[in-house]
T-cell receptor, first 114, second 112 residues
């Protein structure tokens, strides 16, 4: 079945350091992946996405890496700031007719210490 | 451009009651998906609406139902509320055929 999971439930970093949040997925047919940031009391906020025909995509201070061989996804945040503190979810949007839903993992809580 | 909005923000109901949650999609989007997020968990897909019809459903019982209106806004209805229905209910809008989904702030439902 489909599942998306995260390796680490919590991550604590110092302000200015780089953060890496990891995610494993099990559906080898997945063709699209998204990272969301969710602050307390708010809905998930779109950060960056990547399609399965790519292995890297960069945004502003964020980079997503996709390793299809081991079904692993990571989100790198450069120069982490206190405002980056939140729960981060990876989500997978399946293929083969089921591309209408996102399957989320449990999330990683990122805490940035000043 | 208007983002996704949801109402109400918070809601308290008792077991057995019925509830209706509302969502207005982002301007230009024609598809609405609903998710349930229990405390400490990732969102779980309930169903999606496109062209006023259900376009896919997750593992939720029939007492979870929905509607989509001609202006693409949507409602989620839950009958015979159970304690385990307590959660944050999220609405996400998108353009049919594109995978990107953008979420609203959610409605926090508490069932006592």
């Amino acid at each position: 079945g489909e599942s998306v999971g995260l390796h680490l439930p919590t991550l604590s970093v110092q302000e200015g350091d780089n953060s890496i949040i990891n995610c494993a997925y099990s559906n080898s047919a997945s063709d699209y992946f998204i990272w969301y940031k969710q602050e307390s009391g708010k809905g998930p906020q779109f950060i960056i996405d990547i399609r399965s025909n790519m292995d890297k995509r960069q945004g502003q201070r964020v980079t997503v890496l996709l390793n299809k061989t081991v079904k692993h996804l990571s989100l790198q945040i450069a120069a982490t700031q206190p405002g980056d503190s939140a729960v981060y979810f990876c989500a997978e949007n399946g293929s083969g007719g089921s591309n209408y839903k996102l399957t989320f993992g449990k999330g990683t809580l990122l805490t940035v210490n000043p | 451009e208007t983002g996704v909005t949801q109402s109400p923000t918070h809601l308290i109901k008792t077991r057995g009651q019925q509830v209706t949650l509302r969502c207005s999609s982002q301007s230009g989007h024609n598809t609405v998906s609903w998710y349930q997020q229990a405390l400490g968990q990732g969102p779980q897909f309930i169903f999606q609406y496109y062209r006023e019809e259900e376009n896919g459903r997750g593992n939720f019982p029939p007492r979870f139902s929905g509607l989509q209106f001609p202006n693409y806004s949507s409602e989620l209805n839950v009958n015979a509320l159970e304690l385990d229905d307590s959660a944050l209910y999220l609405c996400a809008s998108s353009l049919q055929g594109l995978p990107e989904q953008f979420f609203g702030p959610g409605t926090r439902l508490t069932v006592l």
